[in-house]
Nanobody, 126 residues
C-alpha cells in the first residue's frame, strides 16, 4: 500500500523557517517526479515545487523561488521542503504527491499526481 506522510509544519513568525518532510511507503521516490503543493483556505491547491526523478532537477513556483528548497534523501524514501524567509501568504496546508505520468517535472497538473498525503499545516503569523 502506497502512503505519503507529511510532517514538520507548525506556527512561525514572518521571516522564520520550517523544514517539511514527506515520508513515502510502498513506493520508490526514484520512479516519479515528486511535487509539493499547498492549499490555503478558500483557495485552489497550487504547486510549490517539484523534484525530477529523471535527473534530480528542481523547479519552483514564482512565489517561493529563492526561499524554498526541495530535496530528497539518499535512501530515496523521504522528500524535504526547506522553507526560509516565510511570509504570512505562505500560510496553508502543504501536501506532497507523486506524478505517476512523469519522472521529469512538467508543471503542476493536479490530475497527474496521486498518493496525496494528509497534509501538514504551516501558519506564518506575528
Amino acid at each position: 500500500q502506497v502512503q505519503f506522510v507529511e510532517s514538520g509544519g507548525g506556527s512561525v513568525q514572518p521571516g522564520g523557517s520550517l523544514r517539511l518532510s514527506c515520508a513515502a511507503a510502498g513506493v520508490t521516490l526514484d520512479d516519479y517526479a515528486i511535487g509539493w503543493f499547498r492549499q490555503a483556505p478558500g483557495k485552489e491547491r497550487e504547486g510549490v515545487s517539484c523534484f525530477s526523478a529523471s535527473d534530480g532537477s528542481t523547479n519552483y513556483g514564482d512565489s517561493v523561488k529563492g526561499r524554498f528548497t526541495i530535496s530528497r534523501d539518499k535512501a530515496k524514501t523521504t522528500m524535504y521542503l526547506q522553507m526560509n524567509s516565510l511570509k504570512p501568504e505562505d500560510t496553508a496546508v502543504y501536501y506532497c504527491a507523486a506524478n505517476l505520468m512523469r519522472r521529469r517535472c512538467a508543471g503542476y497538473i493536479l490530475h497527474e499526481y496521486s498518493y496525496w498525503g494528509q497534509g501538514t499545516q504551516v501558519t506564518v503569523s506575528s
